[in-house]
């Protein structure tokens, strides 16, 4: 791998990570199964959906699940979110048997479940409550802190310079920058330039910690141009990677400079039933066959006359009913 390639390697602490394509934390989609599938597709890093230290504090079994590393899982991000450092001392405890690659803070979460306590985006309001967060981490466990924050609350309170310094205050290894505000939501369009910004303010300042990005990446050409445009290290796909975790090999191959081929509609029905079978073993059958409807839908998306087969799959209740509902498309299950 050429280092100075688009596509390069990814030190995080002391441990280099192979690749810089990572799949993004996802609240309802980043799971074991999804993960695992993610995994196998070509991403270099993987990352669970959030997780309450609050609820780890507490020992919530619920909360402990969410941590489960994937079998082909080498390296994984284990995604914390909480409003204020309290119950981290407790929740490092259960978190630590997990080892994972690295621990990263939530700062961008919009829901007002989770702001309301101060957790998620909020804290992008209070920057020293990053430093003591990313510190006590560092101080008490010896896996590195990222940081996935947005540009600010919103346009007139853009601060994201001074919260990735306060970050950087506090030791983070890794900045991920998802470039909207709090206030833009998942809308269109996120300012791309803003992780240019980031990426000179590091290296101007002399810190030499890799720099994601994420905001608008729905391609393999997406992460390309992203990578050309702004200089950052790495980025990370979200919802381009639902119902398409084909994303990560083919911006693998875009970089390379290869043409990228049409993923063929028997290799679609292939990753759904290969999704399903990792849900089932995850979950069990009837969990896994309603789990999986969000997802189903979404491999197919785009292809002409499919709303009869997305209404068989919004119905299924067992892998015999996804298997009926792939039939249509034609071939066998
Ligand atoms: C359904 C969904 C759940 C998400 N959950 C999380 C989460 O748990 N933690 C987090 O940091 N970001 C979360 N995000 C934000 C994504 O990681 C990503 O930053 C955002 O979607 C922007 O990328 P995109 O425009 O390419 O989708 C979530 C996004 C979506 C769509």
């Known amino acids: ?4 390639s688009l596509y390069h390697n990814t030190t995080v602490g002391d441990t280099t990570i192979k690749g810089n394509i990572f799949l993004a934390p996802m609240a309802g989609f980043t799971d074991v199964p999804f993960r695992s599938l993610c995994i196998d597709e070509g991403a270099d890093l993987t990352f669970t959906e959030m997780v309450s230290a609050e609820g ?6 619920k909360t402990m699940d969410l941590m489960k590393r994937a079998q082909n899982e080498q390296h994984y991000a284990i995604q914390l979110f909480m409003g204020s450092p309290e119950p981290l001392e407790k929740a490092l405890e259960r978190l630590l048997p997990y080892n994972p690659t690295l621990i990263d803070i939530n700062c961008g979460c919009p829901v007002p479940k989770v702001t309301k306590t101060g957790a998620g985006s909020s804290i992008m309001r209070n920057p ?9 981490i560092v101080e008490t466990v010896s896996i590195p802190v990222s940081v996935k924050f947005r540009t600010g609350w919103d346009a007139d309170s853009e601060n994201f310079l001074a919260f990735a310094q306060a970050a950087l205050d506090g030791g983070a290894s890794l900045l991920t920058l998802h470039a909207r505000t709090k206030a833009q939501g998942y809308a269109p369009f996120a300012h791309w330039e803003k992780l240019t910004e980031l990426k000179n303010y590091c290296v101007s300042h002399g810190y030499q910690v890799p720099v994601f990005g994420s905001g608008d990446l729905f391609t393999a050409s997406d992460a390309k141009k992203m990578l ?5 290290d790495g980025v990370m796909f979200a919802r381009g990677a639902i119902g398409n975790p084909f994303i990560f090999v083919q911006t693998k191959e ?17 990753i759904i039933l290969k999704h399903l079978d990792l849900m089932i073993i995850h979950y069990g059958e009837k969990s896994a066959c309603m789990q999986m409807r969000k997802h189903a839908c979404s491999y197919l998306k785009g292809l002409p006359g499919i709303g009869p087969i997305k209404q068989a799959f919004v119905k299924a209740t067992s892998k015999q009913d996804y298997c009926q509902a792939l039939e249509m498309l034609g071939g066998t299950c």
């Open 228 to 232: 050309e445009q702004t200089g950052i």
């Open 128 to 136: 020293e409550m990053i430093t003591k967060m990313v510190r006590l």
């Open 1 to 4: 791998m050429n280092e100075n």
């Open 56 to 61: 780890l504090s507490r020992d919530g079994e």
């Open 254 to 270: 875009l970089l390379a400079g290869q043409d990228l081929k049409p993923i063929s509609l028997e290799r679609k029905k292939a």
